[in-house]
């Protein structure tokens, strides 16, 4: 499917709603099978740490290190794709706030997988594309909108998850979903379901998050 989609990306550039989604499921699919494998190897790692397992443990994080190093070379592939052909020809806000999330989503992955002494720079990078698309939609897309709902999921948990800029997280999340809770009736048909999703998200994390500060005291 990402071959595919580079082939439409070589005809052009411009991509449709439509052809953004399938660019992001593509990815999405061989990005998220590394990651999802990364964190079970991490539970078989520190379960064989546990039993003494030298030899097993070695193993395994020789497996670990060729997943990591998959998963950031589709990182920077869908990262490069998106800086030198497809923000370039977006014409749209909604395009633009696409595929600036996007960068962030996969800075991000990167940053999830790098040991703590390696975070800073790909965290910087995510924060600045996060940054980028909320100004973009602050300025030219409503708030209730499935684009600038789903980038504020996005950036709040990279705040809480990421950086530990946790109350910032919640009360960002918490604002959103008060603010746009009576305009998502707003929405058309084909997006309103799609927004109130990405609302009950928000305020899923919100209590989630709350009831772990609370357990924090």
């Known amino acids: 499917m990402v071959d595919a989609m580079k082939k439409v990306i070589e005809l052009n550039a411009d991509l449709n709603s439509d052809e953004r989604n399938l660019l992001s499921v593509a990815y999405k699919n061989i990005v ?84 703590e002494n390696e975070k800073t720079e790909p965290a910087n990078k995510a924060k600045q594309c996060y940054e980028n698309a909320m100004e973009i939609a602050k300025n030219e897309i409503p708030p209730s909108r499935p684009t600038s709902l789903g980038l504020i999921l996005n950036y709040s948990v990279f705040l809480y998850e990421i950086i530990g800029q946790k109350q910032e997280a919640i009360e960002l999340a918490q604002k959103t979903y008060n603010d746009c809770s009576t305009t998502v009736d707003d929405n058309s048909d084909n997006s309103y379901s799609e927004a109130t999703m990405i609302l009950q998200l928000l305020r899923d994390n919100v209590s989630l998050w709350t009831q772990d500060a609370e357990q924090a005291e």
């Open 32 to 115: 998220g099978s590394r990651r999802n494998g990364l964190r079970m190897i991490a539970a078989i790692i520190e379960h064989e740490e546990g039993r003494g397992n030298t030899a097993r443990v070695e193993q395994l994080n020789t497996y670990k290190g060729t997943i990591l190093a998959e998963l950031e070379k589709y990182c920077n592939e869908l990262i490069g794709l998106v800086d030198t052909q497809l923000l370039p020809a977006a014409k749209t806000p909604e395009g633009r706030v696409f595929y600036e999330k996007l960068k962030a989503d996969y800075y991000r992955y990167i940053c999830e997988s790098k040991p």
